[in-house]
C-alpha cells in the first residue's frame, strides 16, 4: 500500500462533540483528499488540500474543517458531530496530476 | 458540476457470466476516467484508467472497459466473472480543467454465486 495511515479506525461519538480523524502519509505526495462513503451515493469528496496550508471544499464540505500544516498530516474535523455524519471516511493521496489516488483504510464514524 | 451516473445499484450474476457495468458521466470537456473496485472489507483499488490514446483500456483481472466520447461512457467489462469478483464497483471522472477533484459514481455491488 502506499503508506496511508488513518487514525482512529473506529470511533463512537455523541452528537454535538468535535472530533478529528488524522490522516498520515510517508510518501511526501502534494495532493491529500477526504471522502466519505455511504450507500447509494458512492465517495463524496468532503475536502481536499493540493498543498501545506492549501486547501479547497468538495462537494459534501459543511460542517467539517480541515487543516494541512505538514506534508504528511491531513486532520479532518467534525466541528459538532451529527447523526448524519455518521459514514465511513477515506483519506486518498495523489502525488500528482493525471495520477491515481491511493486510499486509505477508512475511519468508520458512528455518531449517537 | 459534474456528475457521474451509475445505472446498476446491484448486479447478480453466476461464475463464468459476463459482466458489463455502465457509467455515464456529464461533463463534455477533457476527462480522466477510473474504474476503481472495492473488495468486502477493504479500501478502494485502482482497476484500471483512461487518459488519452486507445479508448479501450485493459485493467488488472481481466477487466476492460471503454471510452466512448459521443456517449460520455466508460462502461467496464469482463468476460467471465469468477467468485473472486463479489465487490463494489465505482466509476470516477476527473475534469482535467477542474484541476485535481474526482467525482465518484453511486458504485455497483457485484455478487458472483459460486
Known amino acids: 500500500d502506499a503508506g496511508i495511515t488513518q487514525s482512529p479506525r473506529h470511533k463512537v461519538t455523541e452528537t454535538g462533540t468535535p472530533v478529528t480523524l488524522r490522516c498520515h502519509q510517508t510518501e511526501n505526495h502534494r495532493y491529500m483528499y477526504w471522502y466519505r462513503q455511504d450507500p447509494g451515493h458512492g465517495l463524496r469528496l468532503i475536502h481536499y488540500?493540493?498543498?501545506?496550508?492549501?486547501?479547497d471544499k468538495g462537494e459534501v464540505s459543511d460542517g467539517y474543517s480541515v487543516s494541512r500544516s505538514k506534508t504528511e498530516d491531513f486532520l479532518l474535523t467534525l466541528e459538532s458531530a451529527t447523526s448524519s455524519q455518521t459514514s465511513v471516511y477515506f483519506c486518498a493521496i495523489k502525488p500528482a496530476t493525471n495520477e491515481k489516488l491511493f486510499f486509505g483504510s477508512g475511519t468508520q464514524l458512528s455518531v449517537l | 458540476a459534474q456528475s457521474v451516473s451509475q445505472h446498476n445499484h446491484h448486479v447478480i450474476l453466476s461464475e463464468a457470466a459476463s459482466l458489463e457495468l455502465g457509467c455515464n458521466y456529464s461533463?463534455?470537456?477533457?476527462?480522466?476516467l477510473f474504474w476503481y473496485v472495492q473488495y468486502p472489507g477493504q479500501h478502494l483499488q485502482l482497476l484500471l484508467k483512461?487518459?488519452?490514446?486507445?479508448?479501450l483500456v485493459k485493467g488488472i483481472k481481466g477487466f476492460e472497459a471503454e471510452f466512448i466520447k459521443s456517449k460520455f461512457s466508460f462502461n467496464l467489462r469482463k468476460p467471465s466473472v469468477q467468485w473472486s469478483d463479489t465487490a463494489e464497483y465505482f466509476c470516477?471522472?476527473?475534469?482535467?480543467?477542474?484541476?485535481?477533484?474526482?467525482?465518484f459514481g453511486g458504485g455497483t455491488r457485484v455478487l458472483v454465486k459460486p
Open positions: 483512461y487518459f488519452s490514446g486507445d479508448p
Open positions: 461533463y463534455g470537456g477533457t476527462v480522466n
Open positions: 470516477a471522472v476527473n475534469e482535467r480543467a477542474a484541476g485535481n477533484k474526482l467525482t
Open positions: 488540500s493540493y498543498g501545506v496550508k492549501d486547501t
